[in-house]
Antibody, heavy 118, light 105 residues
């Protein structure tokens, strides 16, 4: 059974960079046919897709975040990561990592709350 | 690309609940649905318009045609009370609907 686990700083100061990692177990991020995604959910609000990366390294980002987001893969540790620069309070959210099969997310992490505050 | 859902839907136990998701030519794309209970990660309940993942009860069904996808829950149970999100892919990017809170009362 595939499992995903987010980790990273839970508190980030405004204007700084948010960094999160998703550890994947029970399967390889190098498997073809999947993408590795970040999705966020501000407190009390809906889901917002942040972006994804394919095992070949190609990336796609939410147009509203594109200038600030970078997603990368580390095949040696079977992890993928999210960097979001110049954060503001609007970036406060639970951040989920998830695997996407063809057009749907089949496995999700439990989520990690990131708060942007001085 | 936008997907529009009603903010809330109410249903009596045992009755049928229908949750809509509207988007331009949504029927030309694959739609899927997630259930999210408080404090939990979303769970996939319908994928590729009408397919049910293993372990999802048969009372969950889906359809997608024209501009509207519909999630139907037949014989709704108290345990189905949750937020439901539709989702589709558009040109290698992903879009979620705003979510619908299903109340079973």
């Amino acid at each position: 059974q595939l499992q995903l686990q987010e980790s990273g700083s839970g508190l980030v100061k405004p204007s700084q960079t948010l960094s999160l990692t998703c550890a994947v177990s029970g399967g390889s991020i190098s498997s073809g046919g999947y993408s590795w995604n970040w999705i966020r959910q501000p407190p009390g609000k809906g889901l917002e897709w942040v972006g994804h990366i394919y095992q070949i390294g190609s990336t796609y980002y939410n147009p509203s975040l594109r200038t600030r987001v970078t997603i990368s893969l580390d095949r040696s540790t079977n992890q993928f990561s999210l960097r979001l620069t110049s954060v503001t309070a609007a970036d406060t959210a639970v951040y989920f990592c998830a695997r996407a099969a063809t057009y749907y997310f089949d496995f999700w992490g439990q989520g990690t709350l990131v708060t942007v505050s001085s | 690309y936008d997907l529009t859902q009603p903010p809330s839907v109410s249903v009596s136990p045992g009755q049928t609940a229908s949750i809509t998701c509207s988007g331009d030519k949504l029927g030309d794309k694959y739609a899927c649905w997630y259930q999210q209970k408080p404090g939990q990660s979303p769970t996939l309940v319908i994928y590729q318009d009408s397919m049910r993942p293993s372990g999802i009860p048969e009372r969950f069904s889906g359809s997608n045609s024209g501009n509207t996808a519909i999630l139907t829950i037949s014989g709704t149970q108290a345990m189905d009370e949750a937020d439901y999100y539709c989702q589709a892919w558009d040109s290698s990017t992903v879009v979620f609907g705003g979510g619908t809170k299903l109340t079973v009362l």
